[in-house]
């Protein structure tokens, strides 16, 4: 009898295995969407791809991305997805949508797909409109219920925005937390209080919530709430709270600048004295404005006539950022946003540009890589970030002596160079820099237990 074909052979590639520790020249056979066998592979195959001189990874997985602009759900996916991001957690920092619109807005993907639920979003939804207002019992108990909802349907958790809801009681957060504690494998994401040398309280804040639930508590883009000057403090904070058997994460990005909208509570009047910085160091990033640094003047029409320009703030200190991500823990993530097209360089670099980092830094292949594949796996209980028989067919194959971030402050959507090919589900979605259209990603949805059945 002849044996089956397998639908694609990755040949003589360095293949690395960041769960194991390892790398080695060898092959990979995959068909129906799942990694077959992986050696020293003669088989034939309907498709062959020659990997000589190239890395082959597992798909990068990205916790920390946003996909809530109706109008363009589709750039960020592009960007990410032409990093070799191959699976993605939406919805962070309070702002994640309702899973039912989220999929109608979608349709089909570009890539594997979960969802966070956004505390801000249940705000919204039980009409508080002012950011700045602390919800009453029964606000709170209408975002219990619609979140309960969201839960059953398959979200993987909630995401907290905190800074951009500063009057956040304590009660309406643990309230919302204990929502959760009812289901399986569900996560915390936080975008905590503030940043500057007020953070370490607020990671204090979220430590203790960690504790208290027993659920898991992941820290929302670290360095840029810490980096300036408190990171190893907050770190060493991390370390012992794990130790004590507390579930707290994190993910960081690469950049000593962080971006958001210039009409968020992140640029209340007295910023300037969080980070030492003045308006100087504000450059607007989209719009009519885009490229100039901010003065007075400007800051003052910007935050009445064009609250939803996103700023660059260039306040970070880049060897902290650097420590956190080197941290064993860390997530390597993008935070990636936009608006009209525009945004920060980290929707289009944040991966190569990290892989970077870590390798400069001195380490290996397979310690550089967990941190972009299995660490965010284990932290959402996901099959995807390994390469073994049975597991998800997701992987990026790049040449390390090529790969870099080409995106900048100027050109935030500049792909990058060195990425070969992208699968995902055992089909190749990008080969040399171009996507291949149809989208061949998926949603994942959380079931409700463990004896269910599994994302779809
Ligand atoms: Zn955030």
Known sequence: ??????????????????????????????????????????????????????????????????????EDPFTVQQSLLLQGVTTALAGNCGSGLFIDEYMAMIDVPYMNLALLTGHNRLREAVGITDVYKEADRREIAGMCRLLDGELRKGSFGLSFGLEY???????????????????????????????????????QEMIDLAKETGLRVQLSHLGSMTAFGASQKVLDMIDRARLDGVDIRFDTYPYAAFCTFIGSPVFDPGFEKRWNKGLEALEVASGLYKGRRLDEQLYARLRIEEPRTLIV???????????????????????????????????????PRGIRWLKDDGLSWPETLAHATTIPAEDMWIESGRIAEGAPADFVIFDPSRLVDRATFEDPLLPPDGIEYVIVGGQVVVERGIIKEPRRGAFLLRPMSLSSIEEV
């Open 165 to 203: 809801a500063p009057n956040t009681s304590k009660r309406e957060i643990r309230q919302l937390a204990e929502v959760l504690t009812d289901f399986d494998r569900r996560l915390i994401s936080v975008h905590i209080r503030c940043d500057g040398s007020a953070c370490v309280g607020a990671v």
């Open 313 to 351: 703030a260039h306040v970070m200190d880049e060897d902290e950022m650097r420590i956190c991500l080197r941290h064993p823990l860390a997530a390597l993530a993008s935070d990636a946003v936009l608006h009209e097209k525009s945004g920060h360089p980290r929707v289009a670099g944040a991966f």
């Open 1 to 70: 009898m002849r044996e089956a074909q397998w639908d694609i052979l990755i040949q003589d590639g360095l293949v690395v295995f960041p769960d194991e520790k390892a790398m080695r020249n060898c092959s990979v056979g995959i068909s129906r969407g799942k990694i077959i066998s992986v050696g020293d592979l003669k088989r034939s195959a309907q498709r062959v791809i020659d990997a000589t001189g190239c890395i082959v990874s597992p798909g990068f997985i990205d916790i920390h991305m946003h996909n809530e602009e109706r």
